[in-house]
């Protein structure tokens, strides 16, 4: 079984600290697949693993649009 899956959720404000949660999948193309404009990004987190509680930066969160518009 893959214990990596992906976090799809939208931006709701400037600051980036209100967001709601889109979709969680099991790969990182379907999560892309979810996002309908720039203000969607996707993370990956592995199933059954604890985080800390402190604020940290997500490694390997994206916004895959906005990424794409900026080519």
Not at 45 to 60: M, P, Q, R, Y
């Amino acid at each position: 079984m893959n214990n990596n899956l992906w976090i799809c959720g939208q931006i709701f404000s400037e600051d980036g600290h209100t967001w709601d949660f889109q979709g969680v999948f099991s790969t990182e193309e379907k999560a892309k697949a979810a996002c309908k404009n720039d203000s969607y990004f996707i993370g990956p987190v592995v199933l059954d693993e604890e985080i800390s509680e402190e604020t940290i930066e997500w490694e390997g969160c994206y916004y895959p649009l906005y990424e794409e518009t900026k080519k």
